[in-house]
């Protein structure tokens, strides 16, 4: 038997489960088709991480009524630190003279996970897949027909749209045949939690480092998420470590700047690359979030890009007459193609001149530092890119309705 939808969405992480809620509120039925078990523990969208949200993601989030249920588990960073090992210049970067209550929030992935979770099972127009895999995909003139595979049994669903977040490896990318161009970066984000001897009063801190960056983000209960990129051969030195000896070393590397660093989470790992694609819809197939682009986490942008992707999708898939249209997915793709491109190239620029051990690039980069006391509106435009503020913004970001 056929179940029909309006919207079919291929991966229920981050990206999916805040598309679907929403699209649940423009009345559409939604099907989320979920690879793990729908629950916190087994969904790798919703592990161990840290996400840092930028000040556009929460007015999104605020407009899709998903901040109201999150925000007394998020923290506020209210400065930004830049700075370099072994070199003077640092630089701040604040929300009083952004004139903003925040530059962003840091929310813990499984926090967010379970709020997106706690929402979707509230509305009655989303139906849910899990843990079930797309085994086929057709597309015809007016619909979408996927078969999908749950606990062993087939079902075929319709849709007169098909989203693709189903993550940086996604296979419906594959059945599609859309072309990705991937660049490792021949690093790791090792991640974890710490406890610091100091508060770190709303502070997050970014310290490029010989091989890579260090980022401490400001976490409830006074710890700190973070998130440290490495060299791969020094990953598994690194990760064989004691406790004593890692934090040791994280210290060597981040400064003393919170006091001494004490008690370690977990330590999690994730391989580093630079992902993109040329094409973001084939007729009534349309991909984003980390589907879309992957990007290193050292400007902490990726789930920023992909709720930019769901905001202007959002505004962009219905016309004056309530009816699905498909006809503005070209503008959609150009619209969102060239924020994609913009942040993409910001944080491979940010990496090539903060890992290059040539003088020049060391003289640039503290050129680059001081450049930002001497010329405010350099660090305004810095400021102004890491709260989201790229390309054509959606109505969501301005704090509208979609
Ligand atoms: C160390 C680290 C730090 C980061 N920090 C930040 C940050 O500070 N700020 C920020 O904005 N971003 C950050 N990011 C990026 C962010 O985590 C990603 O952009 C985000 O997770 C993308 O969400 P997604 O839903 O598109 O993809 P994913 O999180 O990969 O979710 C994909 C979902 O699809 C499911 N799936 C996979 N295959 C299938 C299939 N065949 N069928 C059905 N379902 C499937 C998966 O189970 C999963 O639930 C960071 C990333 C890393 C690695």
Same mark, same amino acid.
């Given at each position: 038997?056929q179940?029909?939808?309006?919207?079919?969405?291929?991966?229920?992480?981050?990206?999916?489960?805040s598309?679907?809620?929403?699209?649940?509120?423009?009345?559409?039925?939604?099907?989320?088709? $979920?690879?793990?078990p729908?629950?916190? $523990?087994?969904?790798?969208?919703?592990?161990?991480?840290?996400?840092a949200?930028?000040?556009?993601?929460?007015?999104?989030?605020?407009?899709?009524n998903?901040?109201?249920? &999150?925000?007394?588990?998020?923290?506020?960073?209210?400065?930004?630190?830049?700075?370099?090992?072994?070199?003077?210049?640092?630089?701040?970067?604040?929300?009083?003279?952004?004139?903003v209550?925040?530059?962003?929030?840091?929310?813990?992935?499984r926090?967010?996970?379970?709020?997106?979770?706690?929402?979707?099972?509230?509305?009655?127009?989303?139906? &849910?897949?899990?843990?079930?895999?797309?085994?086929?995909?057709?597309?015809?003139?007016h619909?979408?027909?996927?078969?999908?595979t749950?606990?062993?049994?087939?079902?075929?669903?319709?849709?007169?749209?098909?989203?693709?977040?189903?993550?940086?490896?996604?296979?419906?990318?594959?059945?599609?045949g859309?072309?990705?161009?991937?660049?490792?970066?021949?690093?790791?984000?090792?991640?974890?939690?710490?406890?610091? $001897?100091?508060?770190?009063?709303n502070?997050?801190?970014?310290?490029?480092?010989?091989?890579?960056s260090v980022?401490?983000?400001?976490?409830?209960d006074?710890?700190?998420?973070?998130?440290?990129?490495?060299? $791969?051969?020094q990953?598994?030195?690194?990760?064989a470590?004691?406790?004593?000896?890692f934090?040791?070393?994280l210290?060597?590397?981040?400064?003393?700047?919170?006091?001494?660093?004490?008690?370690?989470?977990? +330590?999690?790992?994730?391989?580093?690359?630079?992902?993109?694609?040329?094409?973001?819809?084939?007729? +009534?197939?349309?991909?984003?979030?980390?589907?879309?682009?992957?990007?290193?986490?050292?400007?902490g942008?990726?789930?920023?890009?992909g709720?930019?992707?769901?905001?202007?999708?959002?505004?962009?898939?219905?016309?004056?007459?309530?009816?699905?249209?498909?006809?503005?997915?070209?503008?959609?793709?150009?619209? +969102?193609?060239?924020?994609?491109q913009?942040? &993409?190239?910001?944080?491979?620029?940010?990496?090539?001149?903060?890992?290059?051990h040539?003088?020049?690039?060391?003289?640039?980069?503290?050129?680059?530092?001081?450049?930002m006391?001497?010329?405010?509106?350099?660090?305004?435009?810095?400021?102004?890119?890491?709260?989201?503020?790229?390309?054509?913004?959606?109505?969501?970001?301005?704090?509208?309705?979609?």
């Amino acid at each position: 038997m056929q179940q029909q939808f309006d919207i079919l969405i291929i991966g229920g992480g981050m990206v999916g489960c805040s598309l679907a809620c929403g699209l649940a509120q423009l009345n559409l039925r939604v099907a989320i088709i $979920e690879a793990s078990p729908w629950n916190n $523990e087994e969904q790798p969208s919703f592990d161990d991480r840290s996400i840092a949200l930028s000040y556009t993601s929460k007015k999104i989030l605020q407009g899709l009524n998903i901040w109201e249920a &999150l925000q007394e588990k998020v923290t506020a960073i209210k400065k930004i630190h830049i700075s370099e090992k072994n070199s003077y210049p640092h630089q701040w970067l604040s929300a009083k003279q952004e004139k903003v209550p925040a530059l962003g929030y840091v929310v813990e992935n499984r926090h967010f996970g379970s709020t997106l979770q706690a929402m979707i099972a509230r509305y009655e127009n989303i139906t &849910l897949f899990t843990p079930a895999k797309l085994f086929r995909l057709q597309q015809y003139p007016h619909q979408v027909t996927i078969t999908i595979t749950q606990l062993e049994q087939e079902y075929t669903l319709t849709g007169e749209l098909l989203v693709a977040s189903d993550g940086a490896v996604s296979r419906t990318v594959d059945i599609l045949g859309l072309q990705r161009q991937i660049r490792s970066y021949g690093q790791y984000a090792l991640i974890t939690n710490v406890i610091t $001897e100091y508060p770190h009063n709303n502070i997050a801190y970014e310290r490029f480092t010989d091989n890579g960056s260090v980022a401490f983000l400001p976490l409830r209960d006074n710890r700190c998420a973070v998130v440290w990129s490495i060299q $791969e051969h020094q990953l598994a030195e690194i990760m064989a470590l004691d406790d004593h000896a890692f934090l040791t070393t994280l210290q060597s590397q981040f400064s003393w700047r919170l006091g001494e660093l004490k008690q370690l989470g977990k +330590r999690q790992r994730y391989p580093l690359q630079c992902m993109s694609l040329n094409q973001l819809y084939q007729h +009534r197939c349309v991909v984003m979030g980390n589907a879309a682009h992957t990007l290193h986490p050292i400007a902490g942008q990726g789930f920023n890009l992909g709720l930019r992707d769901v905001a202007l999708f959002l505004e962009t898939i219905k016309d004056e007459d309530n009816n699905i249209n498909i006809n503005k997915l070209h503008k959609y793709e150009q619209q +969102r193609l060239q924020d994609i491109q913009i942040t &993409l190239q910001w944080s491979d620029q940010l990496i090539r001149l903060f890992t290059h051990h040539n003088p020049l690039f060391k003289t640039l980069r503290t050129g680059g530092l001081l450049a930002m006391e001497i010329f405010p509106p350099i660090k305004h435009f810095i400021a102004r890119h890491g709260m989201g503020y790229n390309g054509k913004i959606s109505r969501l970001a301005s704090g509208l309705a979609p």
